[in-house]
């Protein structure tokens, strides 16, 4: 079935100039949301994106419309973008049918204003909630008071909240109001260039990460003691000095000929080099509040690529994966996962098989195109109730 809607994603920042993990979700479900007849387009939070001076309109290489929002004065892009998201809705807007705005989640009076716009321009609203603020580490009294109130109204104001794990999909039942758990997504009807997986493991996160938590190359250290062929690409995000302190961390530790640092590659660049991992790395901590509220959209883009993740039973990890079927399960410590990459190299055709299946869980449960025709459906449903 087609659903002749309107829906509108907010909540990216220059998508789709920039690469981020925010962007590719919202891409996502666009695409997902397109591929079951939508009419959909994608626009930036309220505050727009840094060093855009003028709003941009076009059309994604998914055939996503999309429009970027300048950000000429930060405190105030909010207030100065609302005239350019009235316009925007009103020229998307669909005259007798069915418009919806999917949110994200953010500053609560930012929230409440997107709120406000999405109802006086007709639209129906739904919010995408990924992260669980009150769990976060704030230190500022003002990010911590946000959390509670946001924790507290988010599925008040809206029609329809979409989770993106059970965790969270438990802490919204109490808004009694619709429910419909939106995963990580990705595509797994992509071809891969490659032809031949090479003896190196990939991990893709932020610098600070593995400043702080040193687990991931504590564990390749023990792994080069049994295995000195294996590789670890890091591809990292971060500022200057971030990238000047894990080259210091790297030097110390006398891992400079056996770790490669990368950053900002091209999806095609990255996607090829899921394809020629041994195995990609997601270390989820059991005992971390976020990691049990969160789930990783690298989760559902390593599935594409047939290559087993090495991951610990945290958050969604145990819905979906079992050890030794669809996923390697190791313990969240660095002789958990020095044992769990040694599994693979030591056992290709198993590491093989491992990958095949994850990738069978990727294609049945986060499919864009599934999911999408799942999410254009309960829209609708829950607009013409």
Same mark, same amino acid.
């Given at each position: 079935?087609?659903?002749?809607?309107?829906?509108?994603?907010?909540?990216?920042?220059?998508? $789709?100039?920039?690469?981020?993990?925010?962007?590719?979700?919202?891409?996502?479900?666009?695409?997902?949301?397109?591929?079951?007849?939508?009419?959909?387009?994608?626009?930036?939070?309220?505050?727009?994106?840094?060093?855009?001076?003028?709003?941009?309109?076009?059309?994604?290489?998914?055939?996503?419309?999309?429009?970027?929002?300048? *950000?000429?004065?930060?405190?105030?892009?909010?207030?100065?973008?609302?005239?350019?998201?009235?316009?925007?809705?009103?020229?998307?807007?669909?005259?007798?049918?069915?418009?919806?705005?999917?949110?994200?989640?953010?500053?609560?009076?930012?929230?409440?204003?997107?709120?406000?716009?999405? *109802?006086?321009?007709?639209?129906?609203?739904?919010?995408?909630?990924?992260?669980?603020?009150?769990?976060?580490?704030?230190? *500022?009294?003002?990010?911590?008071?946000?959390?509670?109130?946001?924790?507290?109204?988010?599925?008040?104001?809206?029609?329809?909240?979409?989770?993106?794990?059970?965790?969270?999909?438990?802490?919204?039942?109490?808004?009694?109001?619709?429910?419909?758990?939106?995963?990580?997504?990705?595509?797994?009807?992509?071809?891969?260039?490659?032809?031949?997986?090479?003896?190196?493991?990939?991990?893709?996160?932020?610098?600070?990460?593995?400043?702080?938590?040193?687990?991931?190359?504590?564990?390749?250290?023990?792994?080069?003691?049994?295995?000195?062929?294996?590789?670890?690409?890091?591809?990292?995000?971060?500022?200057?000095?971030?990238?000047?302190?894990?080259?210091?961390?790297?030097?110390?530790?006398?891992?400079?000929?056996?770790?490669?640092?990368?950053?900002?590659?091209?999806?095609?660049?990255?996607?090829?080099?899921?394809?020629?991992?041994?195995?990609?790395?997601? $270390?989820?901590?059991?005992?971390?509040?976020?990691?049990?509220? *969160?789930?990783?959209?690298?989760?559902?883009?390593?599935?594409?690529?047939?290559? $087993?993740?090495?991951?610990?039973?945290?958050?969604?990890?145990?819905?979906?994966?079992?050890?030794?079927?669809?996923?390697?399960?190791?313990?969240?410590?660095?002789?958990?996962?020095?044992?769990?990459?040694?599994?693979?190299?030591?056992?290709?055709?198993?590491?093989?098989?491992?990958?095949?299946?994850?990738?069978?869980?990727?294609?049945?449960?986060?499919?864009?195109?599934?999911?999408?025709?799942?999410?254009?459906?309960?829209?609708?449903?829950?607009?013409?109730?």
């Amino acid at each position: 079935m087609l659903y002749k809607m309107n829906v509108v994603v907010m909540g990216t920042s220059g998508y $789709p100039k920039l690469l981020s993990a925010n962007n590719t979700k919202c891409e996502y479900i666009a695409s997902g949301l397109h591929e079951a007849g939508c009419k959909v387009s994608i626009m930036d939070g309220l505050f727009g994106t840094k060093g855009e001076k003028r709003r941009v309109y076009g059309i994604s290489g998914n055939g996503i419309k999309y429009c970027i929002l300048p *950000r000429k004065f930060k405190a105030l892009s909010g207030f100065l973008n609302i005239p350019l998201v009235f316009r925007f809705l009103r020229d998307q807007k669909e005259k007798g049918g069915i418009n919806h705005i999917i949110l994200s989640t953010g500053y609560f009076p930012i929230y409440v204003m997107l709120v406000i716009i999405g *109802r006086l321009s007709g639209y129906s609203l739904s919010v995408h909630i990924t992260e669980w603020d009150l769990g976060m580490n704030y230190k *500022r009294q003002i990010d911590k008071l946000n959390a509670r109130i946001l924790d507290r109204w988010y599925g008040s104001l809206v029609s329809l909240i979409l989770p993106i794990s059970h965790f969270l999909e438990e802490k919204s039942e109490r808004f009694h109001k619709p429910v419909f758990l939106l995963p990580v997504l990705g595509s797994f009807s992509r071809i891969s260039d490659v032809s031949e997986v090479q003896p190196h493991f990939t991990y893709c996160g932020h610098i600070g990460y593995l400043l702080r938590n040193k687990l991931v190359l504590e564990a390749f250290k023990k792994v080069l003691e049994q295995n000195h062929d294996a590789r670890l690409v890091l591809v990292l995000s971060g500022n200057e000095q971030n990238f000047r302190d894990i080259e210091s961390l790297l030097k110390k530790e006398m891992l400079e000929e056996f770790v490669y640092v990368k950053s900002q590659l091209p999806q095609k660049e990255l996607f090829a080099l899921y394809d020629s991992s041994i195995a990609l790395l997601v $270390p989820l901590d059991p005992n971390n509040l976020q990691d049990k509220a *969160r789930f990783s959209q690298k989760i559902a883009e390593y599935l594409t690529s047939k290559r $087993p993740i090495i991951t610990s039973a945290a958050g969604e990890i145990p819905y979906y994966f079992k050890d030794n079927e669809n996923g390697v399960i190791v313990p969240f410590t660095s002789d958990g996962y020095c044992q769990g990459m040694l599994r693979v190299l030591n056992n290709r055709a198993k590491s093989d098989e491992i990958g095949l299946e994850g990738f069978k869980t990727g294609s049945k449960y986060f499919d864009y195109i599934k999911v999408g025709e799942q999410l254009a459906q309960v829209i609708y449903k829950v607009y013409t109730k």
